[in-house]
Structure formats: structure tokens, C-alpha cells
């Protein structure tokens, strides 16, 4: 069953401690997306992967740090310097992230509240 | 920055009746794309237009693109309870690396 997982769904932290986001991909698509959704409001850009061992910062990469060691993993770490870390994360992938755009694949989110 | 702005942000019809949402965006794009997002949920993508089309159709979905406006339309014709959720146009500019501009957003609500 080919898709994208996230894990777990809800998160919960206390201030000042630092959290991981997994997100797995069995789709063999290079590229790979992070984003962050708060209420009412669309998708932002966290970071970006076009392909393994590298990443590129969104629009609002601040506070949050990336790996891409293997191609079907990309986890997301939301670290104690983020201000408002509460909010649904969203990871998605890609077959390519060069040249024209492709649509991309979205796992079912984490929603991460921290108090 | 996001580019799409979309219109309205909130739509309630009956069940049967066709359902519109626009997207405007800012500067020239490569394609756009629509997705949808049942509440709480990941997105779902629906339906791609590349800036040399006018129109795709796809099920009971209709999109067109209007690039001299900076503009595009989604149509859902004969709307079903089960389309109640949030639609999402989504930009792809030249020379971004295939990253997704995001409006806000259209909550749509098909009351049955």
C-alpha cells in the first residue's frame, strides 16, 4: 500500500523541549515537503528536500530543523527556539521537485500542541 | 510570501447546486493546482492546470485559468453532502524548486 505515514497524529510537549516529526514515504519520489497549517489559514513552507542529503529552508524555516539521510524519510524537528509551535504539520512528496511541478502527495498530518 | 488569494473564504449551499471558488495570484506561473482538505485531515490533490491551458475537467470538477487575469476557477457541479470540506488552490512559479504557494483556502459546506 504505497502512500506517506506520519507519526504519531497528536503530539503533545511542554515548553522548551525539543520534538521530532516522523514522516516516511514508500512512493520512491524524490523530492519531499514540510509545511505548517495553524487554523483558518492555508499551508507555509517549512523546508523543502529535492533530493537525499540535501534541504533548503521555506518561508518560515526558523526554529526548525530537517535531515534527509534516506530517500523515503524525512523527519522534522521543531525545536525550543520556535515561538508557536502549536499547529498541524503536514509532510508531502513529489516525484521531482526540478523542472515543471508535479502534484504532491500528503501524509495525514501531526498535530503537535505545546503548553 | 503567499500569492493565492481565494474567494470566498466561506460558501454554503443545498445539496445539487454547483459550487464556485476563485483563486488570484501575483506573478506568472508554471501551473496551478487545486486540493481539498476534509477537516483535520491531509490534502488531497484534485486537479493540475498548466499556464498554457484554459480548462480541464475532471468528474464533476471543472477548472479553468485565466493567466491575462491571474486567475482560475474551480466548479464542482451538483455538489454532494460528502464534498463539504476546504479547497485550496496552490501556485507553482518558475525558478522556485516546485514549491507550492498556498492561498488561504475556501471552506465549503453542502448542506444536505
Known amino acids: 500500500d504505497g502512500g506517506i505515514t506520519q507519526s504519531p497524529k497528536y503530539l503533545f510537549r511542554k515548553e522548551g523541549q525539543n520534538v521530532t516529526l516522523s514522516c516516511e514515504q514508500n512512493?520512491?519520489?524524490?523530492?519531499m515537503y514540510w509545511y505548517r497549517q495553524d487554523p483558518g489559514q492555508g499551508l507555509r513552507l517549512i523546508y523543502y528536500?529535492?533530493?537525499?542529503?540535501d534541504f533548503q529552508k521555506g518561508d518560515i524555516a526558523e526554529g526548525y530543523s530537517v535531515s534527509r539521510e534516506k530517500k523515503e524519510s524525512f523527519p522534522l524537528t521543531v525545536t525550543s527556539a520556535q515561538k508557536n509551535p502549536t499547529a498541524f504539520y503536514l509532510c508531502?512528496?513529489?516525484?521531482?521537485?526540478w523542472g515543471v511541478g508535479y502534484e504532491q502527495y500528503f501524509g495525514p498530518g501531526t498535530r503537535l500542541t505545546v503548553t | 510570501s503567499q500569492q493565492g488569494e481565494e474567494d470566498p473564504q466561506a460558501l454554503s449551499i443545498q445539496e445539487g447546486e454547483n459550487a464556485t471558488m476563485n483563486c488570484s495570484y501575483k506573478?506568472?506561473?508554471?501551473?496551478l493546482q487545486w486540493y481539498r482538505q476534509n477537516s483535520g485531515r491531509g490534502l488531497v490533490h484534485l486537479i493540475l492546470?498548466?499556464?498554457?491551458?484554459r480548462e480541464k475537467h475532471s468528474g464533476r470538477l471543472r477548472v479553468t485559468l485565466d493567466t491575462s487575469k491571474k486567475s482560475s476557477s474551480l466548479l464542482i457541479t451538483a455538489s454532494r453532502a460528502a464534498d463539504t470540506a476546504s479547497y485550496f488552490c496552490?501556485?507553482?512559479?518558475?525558478?522556485?524548486?516546485?514549491?507550492?504557494?498556498f492561498g488561504q483556502g475556501t471552506e465549503l459546506s453542502v448542506k444536505p
Open positions: 496552490a501556485t507553482v512559479h518558475y525558478n522556485q524548486g516546485g514549491k507550492l504557494i
Open positions: 492546470i498548466r499556464s498554457n491551458e
Open positions: 512512493l520512491n519520489h524524490d523530492a
Open positions: 528536500s529535492q533530493i537525499v542529503n
Open positions: 508531502a512528496s513529489s516525484p521531482s521537485a
Open positions: 506573478t506568472s506561473i508554471n501551473n
